[in-house]
């Protein structure tokens, strides 16, 4: 029998991880319109009381952490393959500090400028988690939940097209998971969640650029989390109400 080499392996892993990634997402935005048939009834109760019990943002927070976490236990991947040991925190630190000074700079600028033109930009739903006493929290589950996944996905990558392209080529993976992902191509037809998709998105590009000099998956964390802080905090100014996400997501 034929084993698959480490990167082959582990490349393996994370297609797989995709796939039930994209089969999932697709799979529910399929079943969210009513049916009166008995199937439909079922998904009716299942969406009944998984809003009750917070379901899908278990289900969520269990693919995004789980999956790099079996990845890691069962040794297709190596906390290095991650940015989780062997870290330079002196150099590291030096590098977040000069990135994250200047793209919070850019992405602050090129909000306020949208905020010229468009006058009144729609509400980002994510702004409203800052207007909560623990608001902060979220914007942190984001940050480790996003990361964990980003990170899983180059870890391949690099192996395959080096530390530089690998980074980039992983990064460009998980846009095109992204995209064939059917809710995320309804919401950025809808004002304030397709701000959201660009935030993320600027962020992506943001800590992956970091990574290719610091390979630092802790530091990743914290610019993440502090980038999405500042926007969201800025984001609030200005922004007029607009119909509820609920609301837009049903049409």
């Not at 995709?18 to 299942?46: I, K």
């Not at 940050?143 to 990558?157: C, D, G, Y």
Request: aromatic fraction near 12%.
């Amino acid at each position: 029998m034929i084993t698959p080499s480490y990167p082959l392996r582990l490349l393996l892993a994370v297609t797989g991880y995709l796939a039930l990634y994209v089969l999932g997402n697709n799979v529910a935005w399929a079943l969210r319109t009513p049916r009166s048939d008995r199937l439909g009834q079922a998904v009716a109760f299942v969406k009944l009381w998984g809003r009750k019990l917070f379901l899908d943002q278990v289900l969520r927070l269990l693919y995004y952490l789980v999956g790099p976490y079996l990845v890691l236990y069962w040794g297709w991947a190596s906390p290095l393959d991650l940015g989780l040991a062997n870290l330079d925190w002196i150099s590291g630190t030096g590098w977040t500090v000069g990135i994250g000074l200047v793209s919070s700079l850019l992405l602050v600028l090129l909000w306020w400028q949208s905020v010229r033109l468009v006058g009144h930009p729609p509400a980002m739903q994510q702004a409203s988690w800052l207007a909560q006493p623990w608001g902060w929290a979220f914007a942190l589950r984001e940050a480790i939940v996003l990361e964990s996944w980003w990170a899983l996905v180059r870890s391949p990558m690099r192996m395959l097209a080096g530390p530089y392209f690998g980074v980039y080529l992983g990064l460009a993976t998980v846009v095109v998971a992204g995209l064939l992902n059917a809710r995320t191509r309804h919401e950025l037809s809808l004002p304030g969640f397709r701000e959201d998709i660009v935030l993320t998105g600027s962020i992506a590009v943001v800590t992956a650029t970091l990574y290719v000099f610091v390979e630092n998956l802790w530091l990743c964390f914290a610019l993440h989390f502090l980038l999405r802080v500042v926007v969201l905090q800025v984001a609030r100014r200005g922004m007029t109400p607009e119909v509820s996400g609920e609301e837009q997501l049903a049409t």
